[in-house]
């Protein structure tokens, strides 16, 4: 049941620097090892995605292969806010977009 996630947090959200990877637990065993660059390359803020459109305004190329995870904060119950090496903090996200994330670098 996907929908689930939009309300239960992921287990436990690691941050390896050596490897490049953020570690996303979930409840149900899926564990996955998402890039730091492709989670960075996911962010949804008004300045990488167009409010509007919806269009996505950044793409892979535009990010710093070596981004680096250097802080996460909690927002709210529902969210997660990741401080990027590259300075852009404005993102938030979401369970239900760690979850499609963690889907992805697993399959
Ligand atoms: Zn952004």
Redesign the pocket.
């Known amino acids: 049941m996907s929908a689930d996630f939009a309300t239960i947090p992921p287990q436990s959200v690691r941050r390896d620097h050596s490897a490049g990877v953020l570690h996303i637990a979930w409840h149900d065993g899926l564990a996955a090892a998402v890039k730091y660059p492709l989670v960075r390359v996911a962010?949804?803020?008004a300045?990488?995605v167009d409010e509007v459109t919806g269009k996505r305004l950044i793409d892979i190329t535009d990010i710093d292969p070596l981004v680096i995870a250097q802080e996460l904060q909690g927002v709210g119950s529902y969210a997660i806010r990741i401080q990027w090496s590259d300075g852009?903090n404005?993102?938030l996200y979401t369970w239900p977009q760690l979850r499609a994330l963690s889907e992805s670098s697993v399959a």
């Open positions: 962010c949804s803020c300045r990488c852009h404005t993102g």
